[in-house]
């Protein structure tokens, strides 16, 4: 990844966070997020966090993900992009698509993220995922619902 362009808005930066996640890269992760970040999950499962404070938690967070999780994505396609009355941030709703490595099978997984952005880096992620596509995307579906 390149070096981190202190003036890419909202929308280049999501485009860097979906390149790194589709490369599985941490280190591209931990040059996207600030060091003060949050990342939240407002819907969640059980045992998954709502909030992640930090780079190191929430990059630790994703690389754990990536190694435990047979999931890799391999593109997103956005549906609906939204400004908000701060530059700095936008509402996407967007779909990733991905494969499960176990089973073969894709899948698409819906999801809307509030993404702001300072001096090229995420701050604020709000990331409201479908966490029962997320569930039967892992063939868990059974754990998520309790």
């Known amino acids: 990844m390149e070096p981190i362009e202190p003036t890419a808005g909202p929308r280049d930066v999501l485009e860097q966070y979906r390149r790194a996640a589709i ?44 190694r435990s999780m047979p999931l890799r994505f391999e593109r997103y396609r956005t549906i609906a992009s939204h400004d908000t009355g701060n530059p700095q941030t936008v509402i996407v709703e ?38 029962l596509a997320a569930a039967d995307a892992t063939e868990r579906a059974a754990n998520a619902l309790g």
Do not use: C, K
């Open 23 to 66: 490369r599985q890269s941490t280190e591209d992760m931990r040059r996207l997020y600030a060091v003060d970040a949050v990342h939240e999950f407002p819907f969640t499962a059980p045992g998954v966090p709502s909030r992640l404070v930090g780079r190191e938690e929430i990059v630790g967070w994703i690389a754990a993900g990536w």
């Open 94 to 131: 967007q779909e990733a698509i991905a494969r499960n490595t176990s089973s073969g099978r894709e899948f698409t997984l819906p999801n809307i993220v509030v993404l702001t952005v300072r001096d090229g880096q995420i701050t604020h992620l709000r990331d409201y995922v479908n966490v």
